[in-house]
């Protein structure tokens, strides 16, 4: 069974950074794509960014690009770093996994998701 688990989420002012690790287990992530996903309060949820464990590829929501980088670490672990945070960015992160290499952007391509982590920006 597939775990994911999010942390690195709080309480931080405009124009901080912040680091998201999701710690993933109970599966061979070799051929997984692995996502981050928002959901702000009164909102649908949203994608953020996506990578291919074994290639690297990436992708970006546009709203996102420049300040957010999604990457992969050791011990099937992934990371999220957003820079220079704004109010917007207030929203509950999720991490999500599937079993494919495609980088796809729907939430519904995604079989795991963790509990998410909630990121707050105050002004």
């Known amino acids: 069974q597939v775990q994911l688990v999010e942390s690195g989420g709080g309480l931080v002012q405009a124009g901080a950074s912040l680091r998201l690790s999701c710690a993933a287990s109970g599966g061979t992530f070799s051929s997984y794509t692995m996502a981050w996903f928002r959901q702000a309060p009164g909102k649908e949820r949203e994608f953020v960014a996506a990578i291919s464990w074994s290639g690297g590829s990436t992708n970006y929501a546009d709203s996102v690009k420049g300040r957010f980088t999604i990457s992969r670490g050791d011990a099937n672990t992934v990371y999220l770093r957003i820079n220079s945070l704004k109010p917007e960015d207030t929203a509950v992160y999720y991490c999500?996994?599937?079993?494919?290499?495609?980088?796809?952007?729907?939430?519904?391509?995604?079989?795991?998701w963790g509990q998410g982590t909630q990121v707050t920006v105050s002004s």
């Open positions: 999500a996994a599937r079993a494919n290499s495609r980088v796809g952007t729907s939430d519904y391509e995604y079989n795991y």
